[in-house]
């Protein structure tokens, strides 16, 4: 994993040069989200395939009958 600030640099050169600060905060925010995603995928490791559709239908229909 790069450091935050070559993360933060390579986003900036990404992004257009009218982009709002809420644009950066917002790409901040999901890069994080991601970022935590694969630590926890390394430490607790992952579910099948199979195993997230299962989970996914069962939320969906659960809060569908509510």
Do not use: N, W
Not at 14 to 24: A, G, K, Y
């Amino acid at each position: 994993m790069s450091s935050a600030k070559q993360a933060v640099t390579s986003l900036l050169a990404q992004l257009p040069d009218d982009c709002s600060l809420e644009d950066i905060q917002y790409h901040l925010y999901v890069i994080k989200k991601v970022y935590r995603g694969l630590e926890a995928a390394a430490t607790q490791g992952t579910i099948p395939q199979e195993e997230a559709q299962k989970r996914l239908t069962e939320a969906v229909f659960s809060r569908s009958q509510q």
